[in-house]
């Protein structure tokens, strides 16, 4: 089949991002040779599988026949059987060019990568992509794929934006986002973000990225941090004394995000910079396509 020009046009303006396309490829690959089938819930006609009713949702979903036998309520489900738009998002702030190592990749870039290995996931399985908050409207195939890489590239080569969180856009109604980023906005901030989406019964998943020096403080002695998005500084005489101060503080705020998460019915994992890009790409994509909700525990 001879290329279109769309297609034509989207390579020529991807040709400056090899080495992110290409490395999203094979991460992609990986995962999609340990996923077999492909059958997610949602609006079909063929039965799926029974589920317990959840708090909050409609007591119309749920299925008496069912829920008698067993003094419980349970929801029938049904097989995915249309295309679904899902929307794409990535921390573009200051705080995300972050990296400890010369041997890490920083936040921003492992970010985009497992964005854009989502994508490629998607893509081959039949679903539309977009990226939140871009003009161009959701697409399919390889030339939505080069589009987003194109513009994950023109963006990086711009100034970094203080956008630590999603602007609020409007989404179908049981449309399906998902967030990439460090959250380390206030937690008041970015909870008002994701109920404006959940408002709508918008399904949800995050992945909060982190240096695995953000999770340790492997630090000793005199340090002085710098804000990377005009927080200001902070100086530490030793900054051993306050190392398990600050791992109970960020568990805590990893709980309440991982709560947050529970109780709006989307999934929450956490990925450092040093683990495979691979591991947290599997997990996302089964929350995606599988409907499950996946829960950090720790």
């Known amino acids: 089949m001879t290329p279109t020009p769309t297609i034509h046009r989207a390579e020529a303006e991807c040709a400056g991002l090899p080495a992110l396309l290409v490395e999203a490829e094979r991460v992609a690959a990986t ?40 003094q419980h309520h349970f929801v029938r ?35 985009e990568l497992i964005t854009l290995a989502l994508a490629s996931l998607l893509l081959r399985g039949g679903e ?25 590239e023109r963006n990086r080569s711009g100034k970094d ?6 602007e609020h856009a409007h989404l179908p109604r049981h ?22 989406y959940s408002r709508r019964h918008v399904r949800g998943h995050m992945i909060q990225i982190l240096d695995p020096a953000e999770e340790s403080l492997p630090f000793d002695g005199r340090v002085e941090f710098q ?4 927080e200001g500084s902070a100086y530490f005489g030793n900054v051993e004394t306050v190392r398990e101060a600050y791992k109970e503080r960020l568990k805590a705020r990893r709980h309440t995000l991982n709560l947050l998460a529970h109780s709006l019915g989307w999934s929450f994992q956490r990925h450092d910079t040093s683990q495979s890009a691979a ?16 829960q950090w525990k720790g």
């Open 227 to 230: 804000g990377l998005e005009n």
């Open 175 to 196: 449309g399906e986002l998902v967030l990439i980023g460090d959250f380390l906005s206030p937690l008041s901030e970015i909870e008002e973000a994701l109920k404006r």
């Open 77 to 111: 489900e049904y097989e995915w059987e249309a295309a679904q738009t899902v929307w794409l998002w990535r921390d573009p702030s200051a705080s995300m060019n972050y990296s400890s190592s010369p041997a890490l990749e920083n936040k921003r870039y492992r970010a």
């Open 31 to 70: 995962v999609a040779q340990g996923i077999h089938g492909r059958r997610r819930r949602g609006q079909g006609d063929n039965f799926w599988q029974f589920r317990p009713y959840q708090s909050g949702e409609s007591t119309r979903t749920i299925d008496w026949r069912q829920s008698a036998k067993t």
């Open 128 to 152: 539309q992509i977009a990226l939140l908050g871009d003009a161009n409207p959701p697409g399919r195939g390889r030339a939505a794929l080069y589009r987003l890489a194109s513009i994950l």
């Open 279 to 294: 591991s947290a790409l599997l997990n996302l994509y089964l929350s995606i396509t599988q409907g499950r909700g996946t």
């Open 161 to 166: 934006t203080l956008q630590s969180l999603p």
